[in-house]
């Protein structure tokens, strides 16, 4: 016979979880066996290199990759693919550079062990047609080194904000990208549309990270910063278990106001019809009747306008020459010469300065250039009295 559990009364006051004041959560690991692994002395991360000995045949079936390499790379290539071929044979990994494509293909033999390294030989290509030295792209077919190729290339809509970013991420001279180098301990190189990525776990997941925020528009600095204090942070052993984020520094986006456009362009009104076409010269011929004329008349009428419009033009040139020479016009022009304004004389006021009528205005009645000649005022004096003498003799006459 089956036992059923006993049940449990509505009163009781146990039964429902909400009424009871403590309640106990729910062991998970209940039925949990323990497992070899879980031990603290063991290192999950660390990655043991392969032996023959784990394996004791050799493949079923053959497994390859191929990328394609712009052409700016086949000169290199063709120079380093012996280098290539020497390490892969190690490896029981057969390759075949392709110049007439442009590719290059990686495959497994029937000698190779390590089932693996047919990825780490896929990714030996991939960072060789992205520009790497051969030398550093070898690197890859050790356990403890992993590759990332980040594609930035659609993270930036605008082209000139995209390469400005990418130039930020560089540095200058280079110089942050060396200290991302350093604090992640990754190899970085910045090419095209995309950054290629060598080095730990660790390192490739920090370096995506700030790579990524710099083309969302977040300095790579603060992000380097963040790392430095990590670095050290590390150090100390009584931090370990210590969360870090009050050490941290946070960085809080500022709205900073862009200049407005010079140019302010306004959005024409939307009309389903199209606009009408342009007319063509026989269209205005046909309108203003031109084409039913003669080619002598119509050159003629050409002619005729040609006449009048240079006809129209020396009207209006001689008009302009005219004004020049306009007798109304004086030329009394104001120059400052330090603090000192000056009037520029024209020609009728030295007309008038010659004949004395600027300054003291000197009225001069019925004098000639022969008065001022004999002696000036003295001259003048003694004419107006031998005139006087010469009239007071004329009216004696005539009384006697």
């Known amino acids: 016979m089956s036992s059923s559990p006993p049940s449990s009364s509505p009163n009781d006051p146990t039964s429902d979880p909400k009424s009871s004041p403590t309640v106990t959560k729910k062991n998970h690991n209940k039925y949990r066996k323990p497992k070899p692994w879980d031990n603290d002395t063991i290192d999950h991360w660390k990655q043991e290199a ?26 290199y290539l063709r120079q380093t693919w012996p280098l290539i071929t020497r390490s892969l044979d190690s490896h029981k990994i057969s390759c075949t550079l392709d110049l007439l494509e442009g590719s290059m293909s990686v495959s497994t033999t029937r000698g190779t062990v390590d089932p693996y390294i047919i990825l780490k030989a896929r ?27 980040i594609k930035i290339g659609g993270l930036v809509r605008n082209k000139e904000r995209f390469v400005k970013r990418r130039q930020r991420l ?47 528009n977040v300095h790579p600095v603060y992000n380097i910063k963040r790392l430095m204090i990590k670095r050290e942070l590390a150090k100390d052993s ?18 900073v106001q862009t200049k407005k456009p010079k140019k302010v362009t306004t959005k024409k009104e939307y009309t389903p019809f199209p606009p009408a076409p342009t007319k063509s010269k026989i269209d205005i011929q046909l309108d203003t009747g031109e084409y039913f004329v003669n080619e002598r008349e119509r050159e003629a009428s050409k002619k005729r306008e040609k006449v009048l419009k240079a006809s129209k033009n020396a009207g209006e040139k001689r008009k302009e020459n005219e004004k ?11 120059e400052t010469v330090g603090d000192v304004e000056r009037e520029e004389e024209g020609v009728s006021d030295l007309l008038d300065k010659v004949n004395g009528k600027l300054g003291k205005k000197r009225k001069m009645e019925g004098e000639g250039v022969g008065d001022f000649i004999e002696g000036g005022e003295e001259g003048v004096r003694k004419k107006k009295k031998e005139k006087k003498e010469k009239k007071e003799k004329k009216e004696k006459k005539e009384k006697k």
């Open 324 to 334: 020049v020479y306009d007798k109304s016009f004086k030329g009394v022009e104001k």
């Open 238 to 255: 009584k931090l370990a278990n210590v969360d870090w984020e009050r050490f941290l520094p946070s960085f809080t986006k500022k709205n």
């Open 170 to 216: 560089v540095g200058p001279d280079g110089a942050t990208l060396k200290a991302l180098e350093l604090l992640t301990n990754c190899y970085i190189l910045v090419q095209g549309n995309t950054v290629a990525v060598m080095g730990g776990y660790k390192g490739l997941k920090e370096a995506r990270n700030v790579i990524v925020e710099c083309f969302k």
């Open 50 to 75: 392969w032996k023959p000995e784990y394996m004791n045949g050799s493949l079923l079936e053959e497994s390859s990759f191929a990328t394609l390499f712009p052409k700016y790379r086949e000169t």
């Open 123 to 149: 990714d030996l290509i991939k960072l060789l047609a992205r520009s790497i030295p051969a030398e550093q792209a070898l690197k890859i077919l050790n356990d403890d080194l992993q590759c990332d190729v």
